[in-house]
């Protein structure tokens, strides 16, 4: 069965802190590896990993594939009260069936 | 441009209800997916369709059912709810061929008493 597994479940740092949020999967037929950012409601699209684009950077947040480990990682620097949100991992299939993990809820502190 | 709009926004119904959610997709996209969030959890595939046909069907029993119509807007159909069907129902939307690239609407909160 496919599965995303997503560590540390929750988080709490302070500002101007940096944090590793980590994503494994078991995915036949990977074909993308999504990060989203969850404040409210609707999740809001971040990163998308592939075999040919396996590092994505976006001002403080970055991310990485490892394929061989079938894993990744999602780093923001310089975390800011604003980063607080549940960042939700999730591989899309071949089919284009996203399969999510359970999400990691950061808190932010001032 | 409008982002993916569902509705209602937010839903109270009685356990043995019925219950129907809306979904707009992005205009020019014509694939729409369904996809169940409990509280605390990632959100769980329901549907998918692709230019009207279904794609693809999670994990769920026959009691959630899907369509989509000509204008590419689709409808989530719940039969006999049941307490454990409370959570945010989100409907994501995409290009044909860029099934990777799927864009959420903010959801409906549906809670079933």
């Known amino acids: 069965e496919d599965k995303v597994v997503q560590s540390p479940l929750s988080l709490v740092v302070h500002e101007g802190d940096t944090v590793t949020l980590n994503c494994s999967y078991e995915v036949t037929n990977f074909r993308s590896l999504l990060w989203y950012k969850q404040e409210k409601k609707a999740p809001t699209f971040l990163f998308m990993l592939?075999?040919?684009?396996i590092e994505k950077k976006s001002g403080r947040l970055s991310s990485i594939l490892d394929k061989k480990e079938l894993s990744s990682i999602l780093n923001i620097t310089a975390t800011q009260t604003g980063d607080s949100a549940i960042y939700l991992c999730a591989v899309c299939s071949n089919t284009g069936k996203l399969i999510f993990g359970q999400g990691t809820t950061l808190q932010v502190k001032p | 441009d409008a982002g993916v709009t569902q509705s209602p926004t937010h839903l109270i119904k009685t356990r043995g209800q019925h219950v129907t959610l809306r979904c707009s997709p992005i205009s020019g996209h014509k694939s729409v997916s369904w996809y169940q969030q409990v509280l605390g959890q990632g959100p769980q595939f329901i549907f998918q369709?692709?230019?009207?046909?279904?794609?693809g069907r999670g994990n769920f029993p026959d009691r959630f059912s899907a369509r989509q119509f000509p204008n590419y807007s689709s409808e989530l159909n719940v039969n006999a709810l049941l307490l454990g069907d409370s959570a945010l129902y989100l409907c994501a939307s995409f290009p044909v061929g860029v099934d990777y690239e799927q864009y959420f609407g903010p959801g409906t909160r549906l809670t079933v008493t």
């Open positions: 592939t075999s040919s684009g």
């Open positions: 369709y692709y230019e009207k046909e279904e794609r």
